[in-house]
Nanobody, 121 residues
Framework: QLHLVESGGGSVQVGASLRLSCTAS???????IGWFRQAPGKEREFVAA???????YVPDSVKDRFSISRDNAIQTVNLQMNNLQPEDTAVYFC????????????????WGQGTQVTVSS
């Protein structure tokens, strides 16, 4: 069982940056880690992922502003978000999985509780 905790969310103004962290309760070196977000009334959306060996995936919609990195020594994956916009407002979740794919909810086994990000103009 892997327990994940997200941190770093908050309320910011347009153009600000935030770094979200996802910390695991135990070693997650063999897990892919993904970030998803869910805005009110919308489905959960893929934001970024990093495979256990370091390969990253960031969708075109945010790739110019978001980046993902991991530090296995401290069981942490970071999501750096720059130039935040109101449409980035959502609850952000991290997840861990060992599937061959990394962009779908169903490809992750363990989920954190989420952290709120609110961007106001």
């Amino acid at each position: 069982q892997l327990h994940l905790v997200e941190s770093g969310g908050g309320s910011v103004q347009v153009g600000a940056s935030l770094r979200l962290s996802c910390t695991a309760s135990s070693s997650f070196e063999t897990f892919n880690i993904g970030w998803f977000r869910q805005a009110p009334g919308k489905e959960r959306e893929f934001v970024a992922a990093i495979r256990w060996y370091g390969l990253t995936y960031v969708p075109d919609s945010v790739k110019d502003r978001f980046s993902i990195s991991r530090d296995n020594a401290i069981q942490t994956v970071n999501l750096q978000m720059n130039n935040l916009q109101p449409e980035d407002t959502a609850v952000y979740f991290c997840a861990a999985g060992q599937d061959s794919g990394v962009t779908l909810n169903s490809q992750y086994e363990f989920w954190g509780q989420g952290t709120q990000v609110t961007v106001s103009s």
